[in-house]
C-alpha cells in the first residue's frame, strides 16, 4: 500500500498532539559496545546515522514523546557482574538525561510522562531486560526500581532459574514459587510485568498471579508471524481483563514469517559448517554473506508491521496495543521504518487503512501512559495491605 501526502501529514499532525511512547530501545547498550559510554563519541545531539538508529533529531522527526530505554545486559553476565552491568547502564541513561536536559526529561511516573508531553520534551523512562539482572534478589529489584527502572522483562533469550524464555528449552514451566513471588513485588512496587522475550507458559503463569496490568515492551502477533518471540492469540484475548498492552516490535525476524524461515536456513547452515549460529567471526560472517548473496534476504515493509498491529488491535482491543520498534537492538529494520524518525510512515499506513483519530492516540500514547499509571493505583493499594517480601529462591524453589 503506497501512502499518501495527505495521510502523512495527518500522521504527524496526530504525532505532534499524541506522541509515540516507544516500549524498547536499545541505545544505551550500542553506547556501550561501540563506544564504552562516550558519550562524546556518540554525541546524540548530532547525527549519527552511520553508527546508530537514535539520535535526538530523528527522535524528534519520528513524533517520539516517551521512549522506555532498555537497560538491557547480556545473559552470559551473571550475578553480580549483570547487576553491576545493568547499574551503568542506569547510569548512561541519567547520564544522557542529565547531557540533553532541553529534549530529555526522567520520567518516573504516568504524571511525569504528561508534564513532559506539555513541556515538549521526550519522557525519559528505564526498562530492565531480563531476570537475570536482579541476581535472584527482591532487594535488588526493588532497589533498580528505586533508581527509576519501571519495568522488568522477565527473561531474555536464556532462562533464569525462575522463568522460561521463549528461545530456550522449557525449564521450570513457565514461573516457579520464586518466580511468582517475584510478579507478586513487581505489583506492590509498581513495575511493570514485561513478557516480552518470555514462553508462552511463562507468560500465562505471569497473567495468572499479577494483579496489575502487565506490558509485551517489544513483542507482535504470533499468528500472523509463527516466532516463538510472538504472543498467542489466547494470551492477546487476556489483555482486556488484566488491562495490560502488547506493543508490537519492528524486527524483520519477527514480523515477517519468510524472514523467520531465512533466519532458520541461514543459521542451520552455519551450523552445518561447524559454526555456532550466533558466530560472528570473519570466517563466519564470510560463509553467512555467501549465503546472504545466493539467497536474498527477505525484507519487511511498513505494511507488515502494520498487519500485526491489524490483528492484535482485532484480538486484544484498541485500548491494549502499543508500539515498541527496538531500535539499536536489532541489526536489521523493516523498509520505512529504518530508524527512530520512521514511526510517522506506520501511522500514515493505518490513517490509510481506516484507524481513527481516537484509535492512534490509544496506540501512540495514551495506552502506555494508563498501564503505567494503573501499575501505580494497584502498588499504592498493595504498599498499604502488606511490607516488601524478603523470600529468597532457596526458600521457595528449595
Not at 546515522?49 to 522527526?61: I, K, N, Q, S
Not at 511493570?192 to 513483542?219: C, G, K, N, Q
Not at 530508524?339 to 500514515?348: F, K, Q, R, T
Request: with cysteine; proline share 3%.
Amino acid at each position: 500500500m503506497t501512502t499518501s501526502l495527505e495521510s502523512l501529514e495527518q500522521a504527524r499532525a496526530i504525532l505532534a498532539e499524541y506522541p509515540v511512547v516507544d516500549g524498547h530501545n536499545d541505545l544505551p547498550w550500542a553506547l556501550r559496545k561501540q563506544v564504552t559510554y562516550d558519550l562524546d563519541a556518540r554525541d546524540i545531539a548530532a547525527d549519527q546515522r552511520a553508527h546508530l538508529h537514535t539520535d535526538l533529531a530523528r527522535l524528534r522527526a519520528g513524533g517520539v514523546g516517551a521512549q522506555f530505554w532498555s537497560v538491557y545486559v547480556q545473559t552470559d553476565l551473571t550475578g553480580d557482574a549483570a547487576v553491576s552491568a545493568t547499574l551503568e547502564q542506569i547510569d548512561c541513561v541519567d547520564q544522557l538525561i542529565a547531557r540533553y536536559a532541553g529534549d530529555l526529561r526522567e520520567a518516573r511516573t504516568a504524571a511525569d510522562m504528561e508534564d513532559a508531553r506539555r513541556e515538549g520534551r521526550i519522557a525519559s523512562l528505564k526498562g530492565a531486560e531480563g531476570g537475570h539482572s536482579i541476581n535472584n534478589s527482591l532487594a535488588t529489584l526493588r532497589a533498580l526500581y528505586a533508581l527509576g527502572v519501571r519495568y522488568m522483562t522477565l527473561t531474555h533469550n536464556d532462562n533464569i532459574a525462575w522463568a522460561d524464555s521463549a528461545t530456550d528449552e522449557p525449564g521450570v514451566g513457565g514461573l516457579s514459587a520464586f518466580g511468582r513471588e517475584v510478579v507478586r513485588e513487581m505489583n506492590r512496587e509498581g513495575m511493570l510485568v514485561d513478557l516480552s522475550h518470555v514462553a508462552a507458559t511463562t507468560m500465562r503463569a505471569a497473567l495468572d498471579v499479577t494483579t496489575a496490568p502487565v506490558i509485551f515492551s517489544h513483542s507482535s502477533s504470533r499468528a500472523v508471524c509463527d516466532h516463538p518471540r510472538n504472543i498467542p492469540d489466547d494470551v492477546l484475548e487476556r489483555l482486556g481483563g488484566n488491562g495490560g498492552v502488547a506493543m508490537a516490535t519492528f524486527v524483520p525476524k519477527f514480523v515477517l514469517q519468510a524472514a523467520v524461515d531465512w533466519t532458520a536456513a541461514a543459521d542451520e547452515n552455519l551450523r552445518a559448517h561447524g559454526f555456532h549460529h550466533l558466530d560472528t567471526s570473519p570466517e563466519a560472517m564470510k560463509l553467512h554473506r555467501a549465503f546472504e548473496d545466493s539467497r536474498p534476504r527477505p525484507i519487511a515493509t511498513v505494511s507488515t508491521v502494520a498487519d500485526h498491529l491489524d490483528h492484535m488491535r482485532e484480538v486484544a482491543g484498541v485500548d491494549h496495543i502499543g508500539i515498541g520498534g527496538d531500535y539499536d537492538g536489532t541489526a536489521f529494520t523493516p523498509d520505512g521504518l529504518d530508524d527512530v524518525a520512521g514511526y510517522p510512515n506506520l501511522i500514515a499506513e493505518l490513517v490509510d487503512r481506516g484507524w481513527s483519530k481516537d484509535d492512534l492516540a490509544k496506540l501512540t500514547w495514551r495506552n502506555a501512559v494508563r498501564v503505567l499509571g494503573d501499575a501505580e493505583s494497584v502498588a499504592r493499594d498493595l504498599q498499604s495491605r502488606r511490607g516488601p517480601s524478603n523470600a529468597t529462591l532457596e526458600q521457595l524453589d528449595g
